[in-house]
């Protein structure tokens, strides 16, 4: 049984729902989902906030680290990280940059507390000010629309290599759209013909 275990990692921008998918990954198929960033930064080398980590079954307690957010990012990170763990399968999320941008330049903080608002998804209850002190709102340099746009050019770059690697083994699977509501389902469906889930896709 434990020969046999799913290796898993998400792909895709910042701001793309990785890490909302990693928890309905999680959830409806049972599996763990590993925070092994520290230990990967540290035998690997430091690396950006695009890969989201492996999953294995809850039950198991010997574990393979496979990725974590920001590996691989470059061809030779990808061709270290096969020495840790060779992995079954890799979910590309693939959002529109201007969605991205859109997304990302709507998020604002409370300084004191680090409180995060997004304007589409979460306002504070008066415009600009922290729902809790009444205190201003600030965005940080890295959501602002300038940088948000340096940051997507600086991913694309840096997976296109990572992309290509998987694709050429046969075990990326890309996911296009909007909304991770929309994208979920196909990775529900992908993720059911590998593993028995425990939640439906309604569940989750």
Not at 156 to 164: M, N, R
Request: charged share 20%.
């Amino acid at each position: 049984m434990a020969s046999k275990l799913l290796r898993a990692v998400v792909l895709g921008p910042p701001g793309s729902g990785k890490g909302t998918v990693c928890e309905r990954i999680a959830r409806s198929f049972g599996l763990q989902h590993l925070s092994s960033g520290q230990f990967l930064r540290e035998s690997l080398g430091s690396g950006g906030v695009w890969l989201h980590p492996c999953y294995f079954p809850a039950s198991h307690s010997h574990f393979c680290a496979a990725a974590c957010p920001g590996f691989p990012r470059t061809l030779g990170q990808a061709k270290a990280l096969d020495g840790i763990c060779e992995l079954d399968l890799v979910i590309s999320l693939n959002i529109p940059f201007e969605t991205l941008k859109d997304r990302l330049s709507a998020r604002w903080v409370h300084p004191a507390s680090g409180r995060v608002y997004n304007m589409d998804f979460n306002p504070p209850h008066t415009q600009g000010v922290d729902d809790l002190t009444g205190e201003p709102l600030v965005q940080r340099e890295e959501d602002k629309p300038e940088a948000v746009a340096a940051r997507l050019r600086k991913y694309k770059d840096a997976a296109k290599p990572v992309i290509e690697l998987y694709k050429s083994r046969g075990i990326l699977y890309s996911f296009s759209g909007t909304e991770t509501n929309k994208i979920w389902p196909y990775v529900y469906t992908l993720l059911s013909s590998r593993i028995p889930p425990i939640l439906s896709d309604e569940e989750h």
